[in-house]
């Protein structure tokens, strides 16, 4: 049939499914699905039932789920698949969509992901571009394209070491998971309601199998069309004032800083520089207020009721801006794969997946300048937390920046391999792999500066709001360069993936001894090219100077203005100073200049048995993997003024023993433990010798650590399942994970000096920065750094789900629900350090599906919630106390569907509805009333229809 062809496109059945070896060394059979012959159910039902009854069969704690008809979830991707499943937190991109996944409370890059067992690296990032590490974006995949993902929590030793949190493994379709030729389809057109616009998306998958049943091919093409409209709100973080001694104390020197600490600077920050005396400029002149002296007494004067010590941490956005993205989202993909069975001992396959996606966006924002502004506060209000409610600013000034990007990232991997069976308890698994991702994005930035102006400033607790008299969409009202700036920017990523593995079991499929080796090796580069205003900018300006500005600005979509990038790229030559840009230490995504190169060696052997506990069955695993690794981390640093790539070595090795049991304890309840010990490679982005600095601003410094040593957990699952009958059974699983090696920020101040960075290296705007805060010798930077804590992590916590259904009620009725409950102690001398830098722990996520279908007709509503948590470690924008948060995010999706039964093919007509109530993507800077962003991705409706000839 052909439910297991036509896979995913997104989440089908949600359940638990546990089986001793990864799918790479499992028979290309794939007999777990067509096994299972007692199943009557149909559609998203017979899913559930797949993956209980896999589930009440096997070993450790891993969960599955399984393909059915396309469509049958509103998911875009995989990601969004895997996020029904327990203990899964999905990690959405600024415009919803899900991206990637972490499990079980650690960070997306404690996952090791597979596809058919082998190693999946991808050069993608979100519009956000936040991958720097191990990540792997799942949005590149189409759902279509696979029929089975595992969830691997506990591991064997034949999984493949690297994910300490788990190993997500995709299973792509064969073309003997269908009995007989067929071709599938599916066509449909989405409408999303910000960015007005539907998107097609058609999939064809057809499959052969020749008469005798010995060879069989399969081949699948997917097209989307997609489009983007995100309108929300940034800050860049919060700042306060940086009070000069006069402005602090009555009768102090005006002209110097005082230190951190000092009466009215006691909590760092410090970006925002009230004038004294104030520049002259026309509006200054005509608000009466140049050359004025901003001292102390007039600051209260001017604020009443608050102090000089209160003024001096008074909390404002550092760029606070309204944000405005429109752009495509076109992916294309082909799958190919080949199986042949000349006999019952053998089974040779070979797939081929290629991927590209071809993504815009036309960026705008219009930001207050907070950081290094020059605004001059009156009549301010401030909440408890020092948090700005109400002013009016003086001599404030908004700038607008523009950043269209163009993106093409490309996927291809290789995967050959068998099994040959030797007689019935002698079994040879052979797999290889080759992979290769490949990204650019192209992202220059146009800035130029508004007139200054006098602003009414309000913030609710929503988002901060203003008012001015400035009309900041008319093109007309005197925008300059002066304080602007153009830059050429790109980066290019490249990762590579090879392997090879052998596995020899001898036994039985109940009772056996594996043993096998594995390599592979893994490559990244990111590499950002730049010019910074050394070369275009002049060029740019001098062809577009202030005089003839505004024919290159029209009024924009969002209440202010936009640039005509194509008239302004060709009338300043952007390609020619694009393509020359030289390398940089960092793309302007974050993401340092840098790689590294790891070849990796493995070898383990395991036991599988069965045996008699009290007249019931218990079944087990154990075994221990030794895996070795030379690693290479290589990036650019600047010695003696000569900038050169520097290549550090090291190695490592570890082992990583296992062991799983699960008993029947009575007809219809199994009892299941594991313990192990896994291994997650240290951060590449932690470790670049380079030095990079987070903002134009120069205030915070990122520095690596090439010293770094692996991350290691040792595990503990106990739980279990009363199976009630169909797919409906009820679980619990308690997990404990102790992690020794975890990193954390390490913080300090440093003079400018100490840094080895030439100031003449410096963009034009970060020399301005340091020069403000005193020149070279006297600025100080605050310096991130990653170092292995002398503590460990411990996270605790514990899993439920309850799949029923409900035929009792109404035929075809039936709910899934699951709740997960994280809690983390640190323990050690550096626990408290290490404390206050994890993050990115959703303490409790939670997801429920109702569900109803007949022969003809499906619906169901289902609900995705996670608990807000830090999102980074403290000290953000050098004020001590302050975390980025990101808040409580439900969404309710819902999918329907009716099938056309008496016409050729069955078309099955579906609609879908995601994120039906709209809800936003939000998070705070310490409090809840200071956002640090928020995105409003809309809902997307989908009308389509699938059907198979």
């Not at 875009?76 to 499990?103: F, M, W, Y």
């Not at 995949?141 to 493994?169: C, H, I, R």
């Not at 292995?788 to 009792?808: C, F, H, K, T």
């Not at 809690?823 to 303490?843: E, M």
């Amino acid at each position: 049939m052909g439910v297991v062809l036509l896979g995913m496109a997104s989440s089908a059945a949600l359940a638990q499914a546990q089986t001793e070896q990864p799918a790479a060394q499992t028979p290309a059979s794939e007999q777990t699905v067509t096994e299972l012959d007692r199943v009557v159910a149909t559609g998203f039902r017979q899913s559930l039932e797949y993956s209980t009854q896999a589930k009440r069969e096997s070993t450790g704690f891993t969960d599955s789920i399984f393909a059915e008809d396309i469509g049958k979830f509103p998911d875009a991707n995989i990601a969004e698949s895997l996020a029904r499943i327990p203990g899964i937190q999905l990690n959405r991109d600024v415009n919803g969509e899900g991206l990637n996944i972490a499990i079980r409370g650690l960070p997306n890059s404690f996952t090791k992901t597979t596809i058919n067992g082998q190693s999946v690296a991808t050069a993608s990032i979100g519009l956000d571009g936040t991958n720097q590490n191990r990540e792997v974006d799942l949005n590149l995949f189409p759902t279509e394209f696979f029929n089975q993902l595992k969830v691997y929590k506990s591991p064997t030793a034949a999984l493949p070491e690297g994910g300490a949190s788990g190993v997500v493994d995709m299973r792509n379709v064969r073309p003997f998971d269908n009995p007989e030729t067929q071709v599938t389809y599916s066509l449909q057109a989405d409408y999303n309601d910000i960015a007005e616009d539907v998107n097609p998306r058609g999939t064809v998958i057809g499959s052969w199998i020749n008469a005798d049943r010995t060879f069989g091919l399969l081949g699948g093409i997917t097209s989307q069309r997609g489009s983007i409209g995100v309108e929300g709100y940034e800050t860049v973080g919060w700042t306060n004032p940086n009070l000069t001694n006069a402005q602090c104390v009555d009768g102090g020197s005006g002209s110097t800083f005082p230190a951190m600490g000092a009466p009215c600077n006691t909590t760092g920050g410090n970006g925002w520089r009230i004038p004294s005396p104030v520049a002259t400029n026309a509006y200054t002149t005509a608000a009466g207020i140049a050359g004025q002296t901003i001292d102390a007494q007039w600051l209260r004067d001017h604020n009443p009721g608050l102090t000089n010590a209160q003024i001096g941490e008074a909390l404002i956005p550092r760029l606070g801006r309204p944000v405005h993205m429109s752009g495509d989202r076109d992916r294309d993909a082909f799958l190919g794969s080949m199986q042949w069975r000349p006999n019952e001992n053998v089974d040779v396959y070979m797939d081929v997946l290629y991927t590209e996606a071809h993504r815009t966006n036309d960026r705008i924002d219009m930001n207050l300048i907070g950081r290094n502004g020059a605004m001059i506060p009156t009549n301010m209000q401030l909440d408890g937390n020092n948090v700005v409610t109400s002013a009016t600013f003086l001599n404030a000034q908004y700038f607008l920046e523009a950043r269209p990007y163009t993106e093409d990232v490309k996927y291809w991997q290789v995967t050959p391999g068998g099994t040959f069976y030797f007689d019935e308890n002698l079994k040879l698994d052979v797999q290889a792999s080759m992979s290769r991702s490949w990204m650019f994005r192209d992202s220059p930035t146009i800035l130029f500066n508004s007139p200054f102006t006098t602003i009414q400033y309000t913030n609710n607790g929503d988002i901060p709001t203003w008012t001015t008299g400035l009309d900041l969409n008319d093109p007309n009202i005197g925008w300059t360069w002066t304080g602007g700036r153009v830059w050429a920017q790109n980066e290019k990523r490249v990762t590579e993936t090879r392997g090879l593995n052998a596995s020899l079991q001898m036994g039985d499929d109940r009772n056996n001894v594996v043993v096998g080796i594995a390599w592979d090796e893994n490559e990244r580069r990111i590499q950002g090219f730049g010019d910074t205003g050394t070369s275009w900018q002049p060029y740019a300006l001098s062809q577009v100077p202030d005089a003839e500005l505004s024919g290159y600005i029209n009024p924009g979509p969002f209440g202010f203005v936009t640039v005509d990038f194509d008239r302004f790229m060709a009338d300043t030559n952007y390609s020619f100073y694009r393509d020359a840009a030289g390398e940089a230490s960092g793309a302007n995504t974050g993401a340092p200049t840098g790689g590294f190169d790891e070849s990796n060696t493995a070898a383990f052997i395991m036991l599988n048995g069965e045996t008699e506990i009290w007249d019931r069955n218990m079944r087990f695993n154990m075994g221990v993997r030794y895996a070795q690794t030379d690693q290479e981390i290589s990036g650019p640093v600047t010695i003696g003024g000569v900038r050169q790539w520097q290549t550090l070595s090291g190695d490592y090795d570890e082992w990583l023993p296992s062991f799983s049991a699960a008993w029947d304890v009575a007809e219809d309840v199994v009892v299941r433990m594991s313990a192990s010990r896994t291994m997650t490679r240290p951060n590449p982005s932690s470790m670049l010798p380079a030095t990079t600095f987070t903002d134009i601003s120069a205030q915070v410094a990122n520095q690596g650590n090439p010293d770094l040593t692996p991350y290691i957990s040792t595990n503990f699952d106990i739980g279990g399942e009363w199976y009630t009958g169909g797919e409906g059974f009820v679980g619990l699983t308690l997990f404990s994970k102790r992690i020794e090696g975890y990193t954390f920020q390490g913080v300090t101040t440093k003079p400018f000096t100490s840094l080895g960075i030439p100031f003449e290296t410096l963009t034009v705007d970060q020399q301005r920065a340091i020069n403000s805060r005193g020149g070279p010798d006297v600025a100080t930077v605050n310096v991130q750094q990653q170092v292995n804590a002398d503590a460990e992590l411990e996270i605790r916590g514990w899993e439920a789900i309850w799949v029923q259904p409900l035929s009792i009620v109404l035929d075809g009725l039936g709910f899934m629900a699951n709740y997960s409950k994280i809690d983390l102690s640190t323990i050690g001398k550096d626990a408290n350090a290490l404390a206050s830098n994890v993050y990115g722990l959703s303490p409790s996520l939670w997801n429920a599906t109702i569900y109803w279908e007949n022969d003809v007709a499906a619906a169901r509503l289902s609900y995705n919630w996670q608990e807000g948590a830090a999102s980074s470690g403290a000290n953000q924008q050098g004020i001590p106390f302050a975390q980025l948060y990101g808040e409580d995010r439900g969404q309710l999706d819902l999918s329907s569907s009716y099938t056309l039964v008496n016409i050729k093919s069955q078309p099955q007509i579906f609609f879908n509805v995601t994120n039906i109530t709209g809800e936003e993507r939000r998070s705070n800077f310490a409090f809840s009333n200071a956002v640090n962003d928020m995105y409003d991705p809309g809902t997307t409706y989908t009308l389509g229809v699938r059907g198979t000839f």
